[in-house]
């Protein structure tokens, strides 16, 4: 029996949100592969299998060359190979200290895999102040959340709001940010707002129905997911909600004194 989506956003009864485009999850990890392909190849624009054959005979001719190294890189993290990932573009970004995507790249490719301080670290030079990325800010407010600072987390999500106004995405992550401090009414109102954008996704959905269901209100909450779920697997992530809440260390109770596992939307 297939395990409920639901389950995957719960680890160890800590809140954990779903691995969204921009460096999580199929999308995330080749989010930017497609604008980066050869169109010579335009297989690889949409399978990040393909880009990964492509760009790792170019890369492996040429490791030096950042352009090969940040298509590769971009197209292992579009195949979930995260570790190899993140050892090319450390690489890479190693022999290209100033070059920004590569450093980006490299940040979301840490993130991932749950390098979050060297990962807020690195980002933190993928930018300057004078020309902050949204994008960018985002992904380092997911880092600090996943590090258990949510309140310093909201700060960037909201520099971020300031550069890209309404953008879901950073809502989506600012709503989990508030599942994770157990402000669950906050937690629905900001994914409301993401999800009347008109511009939200699956994921913002599923997160918000995520964020009703942790509040008791399964009906609603297996509505909710079925906009995007067949009506089983909606079925299936509201009964496994209610099993946890039902247990005694359930996620609003067994996230205290416990460091959270959350993985959001990392969006590039």
């Known amino acids: 029996m297939r395990r409920p989506s639901i389950a995957r956003l719960l680890s160890s009864a800590a809140v954990a949100a779903m691995l969204a485009a921009g460096l999580g999850g199929c999308k995330t990890m080749g989010d930017i592969t497609g604008s980066l392909a050869s169109k010579s190849d335009p297989a690889a624009e949409t399978d990040p299998r393909r880009a990964a054959e492509v760009y790792g005979e170019r890369y492996r001719a040429n490791p030096k060359d950042a352009d090969a190294a940040l298509r590769y890189g971009t197209a292992l993290r579009g195949t979930g190979q995260r570790a190899q990932a993140v050892a090319v573009l450390e690489r890479a970004s190693m022999a290209h200290p100033g070059n920004k995507q590569l450093l980006a790249a490299y940040g979301r490719a840490l993130a991932e895999n749950g390098n979050f301080q060297l990962s807020f670290d690195v980002l933190s030079r993928a930018h300057s102040p004078d020309s902050p990325d949204w994008r960018i800010l985002s992904v380092q407010g997911t880092a600090l959340d996943q590090m258990g600072k949510h309140q310093e987390a909201r700060g960037y999500y909201e520099s971020a709001l300031r550069i890209a106004p309404g953008e879901p995405s950073v809502l989506s992550n600012l709503g989990l940010s508030y599942v994770l401090s157990r402000d669950l009414p906050r937690a629905e109102e900001t994914l409301r707002k993401a999800q009347a954008t008109g511009r939200a996704d699956a994921r913002v959905r ?49 996230m205290r004194g416990r460091p959270p596992v959350v993985a959001q939307d990392q969006s590039d």
């Open 206 to 254: 599923q997160n918000l129905a995520l964020a009703v269901g942790l509040q008791g209100r399964f009906t609603e909450a297996e509505s909710i997911a079925r906009a995007d779920l067949p009506p089983d697997e909606a079925a299936a992530n509201v009964a496994y909600l209610k099993q946890m809440l039902a247990r005694k260390d359930h996620p609003r109770t067994a």
